[in-house]
């Protein structure tokens, strides 16, 4: 079993949809969460980070991590064309003193106008 | 520009060359790490430098990847020998030290085409 799992997708949602991508771990010592958007021919840039379980909310986006299932998602309220991209979960055991982050698969999304 | 610079951007060579990446990590920043991301696959650790520490290499694949750098600038990572299954994204990212150390900032990637 691979440490992050994320399905691949692809994912394709009408414009204005609410979209949900998931990712569950294995490594209960990951403390830090993060999602990266990457777009085509692109590096990955940081979306979101969150610490530990709970929710946190930017404008059209809210992750959540519940470590008690070992589960992260994010959510993209109101999706745009713009969205469209392969959006990529990160977790790290350790926040400062940088470590390597262990990424999932990355799910590519489609948001259709 | 303040990014992660990558260069060439893209690269294409025959099996068995030599291939050296190069990456400009953004100014200040203590951390340099390389990754590699193949078709359809996450980003997998390759090796990373923090400071003037030892670098940890942990993730190299084989002994035919190998990469420098030189204080807290450029980095170059050189694979030998070059096989189809090398090719791929090399992507490097730079993160400062501190609290928010573990941002990791990349940039556009190197893409290999090993024929």
């Known amino acids: 079993q691979k440490e992050v799992e994320q399905d691949p997708g692809p994912l394709s949602v009408p414009e204005g949809a609410i979209v949900s991508l998931n990712c569950t771990y294995s490594?209960?010592?990951?403390?830090?969460f993060m999602w990266y958007r990457q777009y085509s021919r692109k590096g990955p840039e940081l979306l979101m980070y969150?610490?530990?379980?709970g929710n946190k909310e930017d404008g059209r986006f809210t992750a959540q991590v519940d470590k008690s299932s070992k589960y992260i998602s994010l959510f993209i309220r109101d999706s745009q064309p713009s969205d469209s991209a392969t959006y990529l979960c990160?977790?790290?055991?350790?926040?400062?003193?940088?470590?390597?982050?262990?990424f999932g698969k990355g799910t590519r999304l489609s948001v259709i106008a | 520009g303040a990014g992660v610079s990558q260069s060439p951007s893209n690269k294409v060579t025959e099996k068995g060359k030599d291939v050296e990446l190069r990456c400009d990590p953004i100014?200040?920043?203590?951390?340099l790490y390389w990754y590699r991301q193949r078709l359809g696959q996450g980003l997998e650790f390759l090796i990373y430098?923090?400071?003037?520490?030892?670098?940890?290499k942990s993730g190299l694949p084989s002994d035919r990847f190998s990469a420098e750098r030189t204080g807290e600038s450029v980095s170059t990572l050189t694979i030998q020998r070059t096989q189809q299954e090398d090719s791929a994204v090399y992507l490097c990212?730079?993160?400062?030290?501190?609290?928010?150390?573990?941002?990791?900032?990349f940039g556009a990637g190197t893409r290999l085409s090993v024929l």
């Open positions: 990212a730079s993160s400062p030290e501190g609290t928010s150390g573990n941002i990791q900032y």
């Open positions: 490594n209960s010592a990951f403390q830090y």
């Open positions: 969150t610490y530990s379980s």
């Open positions: 990160a977790m790290s055991g350790v926040w400062s003193g940088n470590t390597p982050l262990v």
């Open positions: 100014s200040g920043h203590t951390a």
């Open positions: 430098f923090q400071g003037n520490s030892a670098p940890d």
